[in-house]
């Protein structure tokens, strides 16, 4: 359940046995530049009604977009925050970002603000703040799956 190399880092920061993994979402910006120019292609064979700058775009444009996404997605899946016994750790595909220990955390918040057009709610957006003793703050996104939860599991 647990990578080496997180394995190691736990061990170097006494965070004792693994509770709980939260994982991450694929980027949506991300996915939707990684799928644009597939859209544009059709759009431009579709109104041109020649498919050659389609077939220039889909060949020479959307691999190394695509390629870029697949591994930028991976990393982001690969990693998650996980949490110990006496902390926890902020992975992101082989790089471990942070392994803090209770004690060092002074404060969780979750906080939500919601984007509004008139009375009508538009956009909502999610975060969890963790302020260590030390001065430094974390902000996880709401690119982590159930950020509410992993907010209450890391205040109790």
Not at 13 to 25: E, S
Not at 86 to 102: E, N, P, Q, S, Y
Request: net charge positive.
């Amino acid at each position: 359940m647990i990578p080496p190399h997180l394995r190691t880092a736990a061990a170097e920061h006494d965070l004792g046995d693994c509770l709980r993994r939260y994982r991450r979402r694929p980027g949506i910006v991300g996915t939707f530049f990684a799928f644009a120019p597939l859209a544009g292609a059709l759009a431009l064979g579709i109104r041109e009604g020649d498919l050659t700058g389609a077939l220039a775009l889909t060949l020479f444009v959307w691999p190394p977009l695509f390629l870029w996404w697949c591994v930028s997605t991976r990393r982001r899946l690969e990693g998650g925050l996980y949490v110990f016994e006496r902390g926890f750790a902020d992975v992101h595909g082989r790089k471990v970002l942070c392994a803090i220990t209770w004690p060092e955390v002074r404060s969780v918040r979750y906080e939500t603000r919601s984007l509004w057009a008139g009375l009508i709610p538009v956009a909502r957006t999610a975060r969890c703040v963790i302020e260590l003793r030390d001065g430094d703050r974390i902000e996880l996104d709401g690119s982590y799956r159930a950020l509410h939860e992993l907010a209450e599991d890391l205040r109790s």
